[in-house]
């Protein structure tokens, strides 16, 4: 399984970004897609998730401003941010937890990142 992230960038504070991240492979069905993102120097952290029923999950510090969603036809998961500051500026993982073409367990899967740094 793949994990293909896009649409990070260089951005002002309050503004916005869309990140994409499309999941490729011998997938049976897809449990969760979400996003976490790594500050310099701190530890990865949840950013949002989705089930495949829709319910999401959102660290307290994105609540209100970022909106995860996914598309179950094409593997994508889709994360709008907005009102970005500069506390928002890390680098975004892509992940997914998966039943694969001969297995009958979830797997966990890791996008390689994409880069967004808010900055005036």
């Known amino acids: 399984v793949q994990l293909q992230a896009s649409g990070g960038g260089l951005v002002e504070p309050g503004g916005s970004l869309r990140l994409s991240c499309v999941a490729s492979g011998s997938i049976i069905a897809i449990n969760t897609m979400g996003w976490y993102r790594q500050a310099p120097g701190k530890q990865r952290e949840l950013v949002a998730t989705?089930?495949?029923?829709?319910?999401?999950n959102y660290a307290d510090s994105v609540k209100g401003r970022f909106t995860i969603s996914r598309d179950n036809a094409k593997n994508t998961v889709y994360l709008q941010m907005n009102s970005l500051k500069p506390e928002d500026t890390a680098v975004y993982y892509c992940?997914?937890?998966?039943?694969?073409?001969?297995?009958?367990?979830?797997?966990?899967?890791w996008g390689q990142g994409t880069l967004v740094t808010i900055s005036s």
């Open positions: 992940f997914t937890r998966v039943i694969e073409y001969g297995s009958n367990t979830y797997n966990d899967y």
């Open positions: 989705i089930i495949s029923g829709g319910t999401t």
